[in-house]
Structure formats: C-alpha cells, structure tokens
C-alpha cells in the first residue's frame, strides 16, 4: 500500500500536469522574436510582435500580441480600425501607456458630407476597447466628453466645461479618478450622452492632445513571465 506522502506525492504530480496542459493553451510557442523593436517601442515577453494579417498567432502570451503597422505598435486584439496605440510599455511595473488614437478622427470637420462623417464627440468609451489581461489603472483622470441636444447655458461649476471644435452642443472636461464601475453621478449632466476616455493630464482646453498622449493600461502577472519555454 502506497504510504500517504508517496499518494500526495502522485497527486502532486496529476495536479501539475493538468496545470501544464491548460498553461500550453495560451503559452507562446518556440520560434518567436524573444525581442523586436516596433518604432520606439521594445516588445518583449509577455508581448510579442504578430503578423498583420494573422487572427490567430503562436507568439506572446495570450492578449499581448502586438500588431506593427508602419513602425507603429498596437494591441492586437481589438477591431483593426479602431486599434489601441501603444506609446510606451513599462515592464518594471507591468503598465503600458497607450492611447485610443482613432477618437481623434471624430473631431475632424468636412464640409459637404454625411453627417455621420461630420465632426462629433466619440461615442463609444475607450473602456469597451480595453479587455482581459489589462486594466484601466485608476490613476488616470476622466475625460468626459458630452454631446447634448441643445446648447447649454453654463452655470455654476461648469466653468471647466469647454467647448469642442464641433459646436456649442459638445464639451469637454476632465474629472475624477478612472474607475471601472463607470458610476459618476458627478459629472452626469441633463440632455447630454458623455463618453470617457481615460487621460493623464488635466487640461480640457486640450482636449485632442490629452487623447493623443494617452492613459496607462496594467496587467496582470502572467503564469511565468520571464521564463518563456523555449
Ligand atoms: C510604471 O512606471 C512608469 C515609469 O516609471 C511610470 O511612468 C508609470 O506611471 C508606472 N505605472 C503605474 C501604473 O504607476
Ligand atoms: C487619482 O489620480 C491621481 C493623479 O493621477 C493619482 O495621483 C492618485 O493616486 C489617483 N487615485 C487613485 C485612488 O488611484
Ligand atoms: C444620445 O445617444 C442616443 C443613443 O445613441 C442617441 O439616439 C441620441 O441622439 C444621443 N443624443 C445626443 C444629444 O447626442
Ligand atoms: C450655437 O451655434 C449655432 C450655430 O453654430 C448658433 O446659431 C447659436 O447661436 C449658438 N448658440 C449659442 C448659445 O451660442
Ligand atoms: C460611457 O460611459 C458613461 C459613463 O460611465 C455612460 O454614462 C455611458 O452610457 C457610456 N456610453 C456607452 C455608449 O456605453
């Protein structure tokens, strides 16, 4: 009869293999680019550096692969056209700081097009762009972006209110601490649908540049990061 440490021992064992087992599923496979260099950004380990038209791909860890397109790195794992820069990526703390670019082509005026195309505030949050492994760290700010049904009267404590480059039913502000519940009673205001994207800065004046050097994603540790299989 097996002594209790020797069953413990086999049990041990079956746990670590099936551990293994499901690990494999999201491990980056051997003969990937340890490192790359995208524009000025490394990409190394738990992030690798994917071919454009891949949607399924070997390298980095599952959720870190990295799209480059003309020496510009993006996270990967998002609609194509409305992809995340990556600006920069602090492995000492796992954080990145990335930037929701394609926002800023909502801001663009046309003349004599559809209105679709026209100058609007974004509509969709950056929040619905951004999935697991990563976080929206609380450390960035608000900002809010309104796009209301008729021009507003500003009142008291609106004086940080701004007005956008698309008119005077559309403004700007930055307040508050990001926080994943999206629930700012503060900054709700009457008539108006705001959309938040999270920024470093505290400027609305500024508005396009806040977006343009964007926010800090995290991450979460990886199973073993650092260790790749190789
Ligand atoms: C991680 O470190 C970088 C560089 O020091 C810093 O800019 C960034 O704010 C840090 N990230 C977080 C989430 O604090
Ligand atoms: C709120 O944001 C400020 C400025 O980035 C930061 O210093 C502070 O730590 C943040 N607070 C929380 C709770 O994350
Ligand atoms: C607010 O959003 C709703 C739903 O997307 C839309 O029908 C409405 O026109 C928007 N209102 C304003 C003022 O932008
Ligand atoms: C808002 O803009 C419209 C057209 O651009 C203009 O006719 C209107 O007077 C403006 N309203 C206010 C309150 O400034
Ligand atoms: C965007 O976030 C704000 C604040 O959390 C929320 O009121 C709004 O409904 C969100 N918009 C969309 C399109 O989900």
């Given at each position: ?24 599923d ?5 003969g ?53 820069q ?99 009673p ?45």
């Open positions: 009869m097996p002594s209790p440490s020797l069953f413990l021992l086999f049990a041990c064992l079956a746990w670590a293999s099936q551990a293994a087992n499901t690990a494999a999201n491990r980056p496979q051997e990937c680019a340890a490192s790359t260099v995208c524009g000025k950004v490394t990409i190394s380990s738990p992030f690798a550096v994917v071919p454009e038209q891949a949607t399924e791909s070997k390298c980095g860890w599952l959720g870190f692969q990295v799209i480059c397109h003309n020496d510009t790195p993006y996270l990967g794992y998002y609609k194509p056209r409305y992809r995340i990556i600006l920069d990526i602090f492995y000492g703390n796992n954080s990145l700081l990335v930037s929701d670019i394609h926002k800023l082509g909502d801001f663009i005026v046309f003349s004599g097009v559809s209105k679709e195309y026209s100058c609007h505030v974004p509509r969709t949050n950056t929040s619905s762009k951004v999935g697991l492994p990563f976080s929206i760290s609380t450390t960035n700010l608000n900002l809010f972006l309104y796009s209301c049904n008729k021009a507003l009267v500003p009142r008291d404590g609106d004086d940080d209110l701004v007005e956008t480059r698309c008119g005077n039913k559309t403004f700007a502000r930055v307040g508050g601490n990001y926080s994943d519940s999206g629930d700012y503060a900054f709700y205001m009457e008539g108006c649908n705001a959309t938040v994207v999270p920024v470093l800065g505290t400027d609305a004046r500024s508005y396009e540049q806040l977006i343009r050097d964007g926010f800090l994603l995290t991450w979460q540790e990886t199973p073993s990061s650092g260790s790749r299989h190789r």
